[in-house]
């Protein structure tokens, strides 16, 4: 069988723990027979984090940068016992949010629908992808506990010294507590390129919400600057592919979800996001089923499992125990760089393979070949629970029969 060819390459971040395990086997069993794999590796292992001081984080998001698409393994982010673990030079930030400070991107996640697991609300057909602003509000706010008879002020100081002063509240003898929160106009504004980017990419409706109508300046701001956007920049090409922006108050959007089929991106400020990330992926069934990818305004893009390391799997697997730990969202942010590689390279036979892996595995959680996350929730009448390797294998053998 002649391999598919690459033209340039993708950004291969690997990763850590049981994941770490799932990367190799995924390479040989799904890819390599297949592709004639074109990538720049960087390992973002914690061991090599530490040997090069984290600085082959920041190079493998300068190379994103460079190609404009790469695939990450999830990865550890330290915290004390980490640190001890491991042996430590300190405790080096998140990877992703070292990535993303250095993308300046949005993150898009969304469920991989199969039969057999069904969504708590059954209404919901297709995907909901959730875009969540990580950028500003409450994550960065600066908060006070307010001592009895005291006043909170918020002041706005201008370059030439003047200052805008308004009362927040004035304290009975109790006190009580007060807060204030930012964000930026040229976030705002990248968040709203990237949604609406996103939209057009994958060709789905884009909703997006706030509390407008009480927040008449923080909150409408988000509104007015996203409706600016998309009537100078996007309606035209949004109307020619007959997909919908679509803003409404944030109660209501709740609501229209819940009734909705799906098949749309819901973007949210960042705490609602948050919430509604964990809510959707829950509902959908399991997080071992979620995708995740990182999309820069100016069109980068990095596609990753939702999921964490498998921390419990992997102490199970060093143990020499078998274990069953779901690929499903790592084999999905690899198909999900090679079909952007393809289309930015026009390279047909790559967006085909990428279709091809996908319908393979999802073909191969239908046929009732599943892990064990998936087996207990799944409602197909015969299912088969196999290790974490046989899954992997039961997909290579679908893929080489759909590929003849
Ligand atoms: P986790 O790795 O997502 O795992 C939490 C639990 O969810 C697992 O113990 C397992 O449940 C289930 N699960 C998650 N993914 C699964 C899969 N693919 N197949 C089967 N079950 C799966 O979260 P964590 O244990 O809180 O975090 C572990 C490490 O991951 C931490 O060091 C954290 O820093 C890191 N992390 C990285 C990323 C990232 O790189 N994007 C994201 C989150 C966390 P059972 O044990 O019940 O089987
Ligand atoms: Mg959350």
């Known amino acids: 069988m002649k391999k598919i060819m690459m033209n340039t390459p993708v950004v291969e971040m690997d990763g850590d723990e049981m994941t770490r395990i799932i990367w190799q086997i995924l390479k040989d069993e799904l890819i390599l027979p297949f592709v004639d794999l074109k990538s720049e590796y960087y390992d973002l292992g914690l061991k090599e984090r530490d040997k090069t001081d984290d600085r082959v984080t920041t190079d493998a998001a300068n190379a994103i940068k460079k190609y404009g698409v790469g695939v990450k393994c999830a990865t550890i982010t330290p915290n004390a016992q980490r640190v001890e673990e491991y042996d430590l030079k300190k405790m080096y930030k998140s990877p992703n949010g070292t990535i993303r400070a250095i993308l300046d991107g949005t993150v898009f996640r969304a469920p991989i629908v199969v039969k057999g697991i069904t969504p708590t609300v059954s209404t919901w057909q297709k995907p909901i992808t959730i875009a969540r602003h990580a950028y500003g509000d409450v994550y960065k706010d600066t908060e006070a506990k307010v001592p009895g008879d005291a006043k909170a002020e918020l002041v706005i100081t201008r370059k030439d010294g003047s200052e805008e002063r308004q009362t927040v509240f004035e304290y009975n003898e109790n006190g009580g507590i007060a807060l204030s929160m930012y964000n930026t106009t040229d976030s705002i504004k990248s968040f709203c390129r990237s949604c609406m980017n996103y939209a057009i990419d994958t060709k789905q409706d884009l909703w997006f919400s706030t509390k407008d109508t009480i927040s008449k300046k923080y909150d409408h701001t988000f509104k007015d600057i996203f409706q600016e956007i998309y009537d100078q920049e996007y309606a035209e090409k949004f109307e020619k592919l007959g997909i919908e922006y679509f803003y409404t108050l944030i109660d209501d959007a709740v609501a229209r979800v819940i009734r909705s089929k799906g098949g749309y991106i819901w973007a949210l400020k960042n705490y609602d996001g948050d ?31 939702a999921h964490g390391t498998v921390t419990r799997h992997y102490y199970k697997h060093l143990e020499g125990e078998e274990t069953s730990t779901n690929s499903m969202a790592t084999i999905f942010a690899w198909s999900g760089a090679l079909r952007k590689r393809g289309e930015l390279d026009n390279n047909q036979e790559l967006v085909e393979f990428a279709d091809q892996l996908e319908a393979a595995s999802i073909g191969t959680i239908e046929s009732g070949v599943m892990t064990k996350d998936l087996a207990l929730i799944s409602t197909l009448p015969d299912k088969t629970t196999v290790n974490t390797a046989d899954f992997m294998k039961e997909i290579r053998k679908n893929l080489e029969k759909m590929r003849g």
Do not use: H, I, K, Q
Not at 281 to 295: D, E, W
């Open 275 to 305: 919430v509604m990330s964990d809510m959707v992926a829950t509902a959908f069934g399991s997080l071992a089923m979620m995708t995740s990818v990182l999309v820069s305004p100016d069109g980068n893009y990095e596609y990753e499992a």
